[in-house]
């Protein structure tokens, strides 16, 4: 069973910037795919970014890109999701998702992957 143990997030104004981080328990951590999804009170969870298990090719939702990095090192078993430019709508709880490696490129759907962190809040006041 892989763990994923979330830490960063909080409070910040429009315009600033957080890192978020996810760490794996997995020492395989290169094989697996990882997501970033985020969820707002009253919505559906909605697909951030992806990055592959090498971490050559990221994928972004269009509202985030120019603005959002994600990132890994797999020689720490770790997701970075960093943050610049954050807007009120940014606002929300964001998780990190995982998934062993079955096709080339990441699932942009919630549905796609296995393992979930336990969520980070996201507040980004106006």
């Known amino acids: 069973q892989v763990q994923l143990v979330q830490s960063g997030g909080g409070l910040v104004q429009a315009g600033g910037s957080l890192r978020l981080s996810c760490a794996s328990s997995?020492?395989?951590?290169?094989?697996?795919?990882m997501g970033w999804f985020r969820q707002a009170p009253g919505k559906e969870r909605e697909f951030v970014a992806a990055?592959?298990?090498?971490?050559?090719?990221?994928y972004y939702t269009d509202s985030v890109k120019g603005r959002f990095t994600v990132s890994r090192d797999n020689a720490k078993n770790t997701g970075y999701l960093q943050m610049n430019s954050l807007k009120p709508e940014d606002t929300a709880v964001y998780y990190c998702?995982?998934?062993?490696?079955?096709?080339?490129?990441?699932?942009?759907?919630?549905?796609?992957?296995?393992?979930w962190g336990q969520g980070a809040q996201v507040t980004v006041s106006s």
């Open positions: 998702a995982a998934i062993r490696v079955r096709t080339a490129i990441p699932a942009q759907r919630a549905s796609g992957y296995d393992y």
């Open positions: 997995e020492s395989t951590f290169s094989s697996y795919h």
């Open positions: 990055i592959t298990s090498s971490g050559r090719t990221t």
